[in-house]
């Protein structure tokens, strides 16, 4: 058997991880990749709580967390491919101003 | 046995998001995470959800990261990233991982007063798992569907080549 302990542990070691590579890389679409990430560390945690309360919910809520995602990344990578079109990079850096 | 198995699909997946980081590639990062996600469905099986593991590798190892692969193939790789620059951001980036991992060490010891374990039991069955979704958490199901909607055509609009341009 395994303690439920284990699982909340490497949820919040993901999510760390998760936080680090979003400062740490600089391309849009890699920063991108490490908010799934954090949203994966999220679900984990969700699942050992609805494992730990004997709840259905917590699964549920896992299953919108992923439909959820599913539409923001064709949101964001919609947004990224724009950037990519009027900037010519995908670098954090050449996206830094806004115009109305 | 169960055991042997967490600690191998946690090291894989730890393993993979720390190869996301250090890979210098867009692409290379997606792959590693297309593993981490994958073992992490094993995870979610081992946490007695065997249809939110089989959802975690269709959906998001499948569908989502090929999407994701998809748009790194489309914008050419015209520069390589180097791993980062300015010390004072990965100093500033490993500062903030100490603390939140404190953080989260703290509130961690206080959830867990009275440890269970990890025992599969029937409870994430698929047909308890739809009896939910479809009794208790039928609205938020379906406007879950109209939120799908709202990001396709926002995402087709955003990525439509206007005729001016």
Redo the contacts between chains.
């Keep these: 058997?395994?303690?439920?302990?284990?699982?909340?542990?490497?949820s919040?070691?993901?999510?760390?991880?998760?936080?680090?590579?979003f400062?740490?890389?600089?391309?849009l679409?890699?920063m991108?990749?490490?908010v799934?990430?954090m949203l994966?560390a999220a679900?984990?945690a969700f699942?050992?709580f609805?494992?730990?309360q004997?709840l259905?919910?917590g699964?549920?809520i896992?299953?919108?967390v992923?439909?959820?995602?599913?539409?923001?990344?064709?949101?964001g990578?919609?947004?990224?491919?724009?950037v990519?079109?009027r900037r010519?990079?995908?670098?954090a850096e050449g996206a830094d101003e806004m115009k109305g | 046995m169960?055991?042997a198995l967490?600690v191998v699909l946690?090291s894989i997946?730890?393993g993979s998001?720390?190869g996301?980081?250090f890979s210098r590639t867009?692409a290379y990062?997606?792959l590693w995470?297309v593993l981490?996600?994958a073992a992490?469905g094993g995870?979610?099986g081992?946490?007695?959800?065997p249809?939110?593991a089989a959802?975690?590798i269709l959906?998001?190892a499948g569908?989502?990261m090929v999407?994701?692969i998809f748009?790194?193939m489309?914008?050419p790789r015209?520069?390589v990233?180097p791993?980062?620059g300015r010390k004072v951001?990965?100093a500033?980036?490993?500062l903030?991982?100490v603390v939140?991992?404190a953080e989260?060490?703290v509130a961690?010891l206080a959830?867990?007063q009275g440890?269970?374990?990890?025992?599969l039991s029937g409870?994430?069955s698929t047909r308890?798992?739809g009896r939910?979704?479809f009794q208790?958490?039928l609205y938020?199901f379906e406007i879950?569907s109209l939120?799908?909607m709202?990001?396709?055509v926002?995402?087709?609009v955003?990525?439509k080549k206007r005729a001016k341009?």
Excluded at chain 2, 115 to 119: K, N, P, V
């Design positions: 058997m395994i303690p439920l302990n284990w699982f909340l542990a490497l919040a070691v993901l999510f760390v991880l998760g936080v680090v590579a400062f740490v890389k600089r391309d679409i890699t991108f990749l490490a799934e990430v994966n679900n984990l699942l050992t609805a494992k730990k004997g259905l919910a699964q549920v896992v299953f919108f992923i439909t959820v995602a599913a539409a923001e990344a064709a949101i990578l919609a947004i990224i491919l724009l990519f079109r010519k990079t995908i670098r | 169960a055991i967490f946690a997946v730890i998001v720390l996301m980081i867009p990062s997606a995470l981490a996600f992490s995870l979610f081992l946490l007695d959800a249809f939110i959802v975690q959906i998001y569908a989502i999407l994701f748009v790194i489309m914008i015209q520069e990233f791993a980062d951001r990965l500033l980036s490993v903030l991982a939140l991992a989260m060490g961690l959830a867990l440890d269970s374990a990890a025992g409870l994430g308890a798992v939910t979704l208790d958490f938020p879950t939120l799908i709202a990001a396709l926002g995402a087709i955003l990525s341009e």
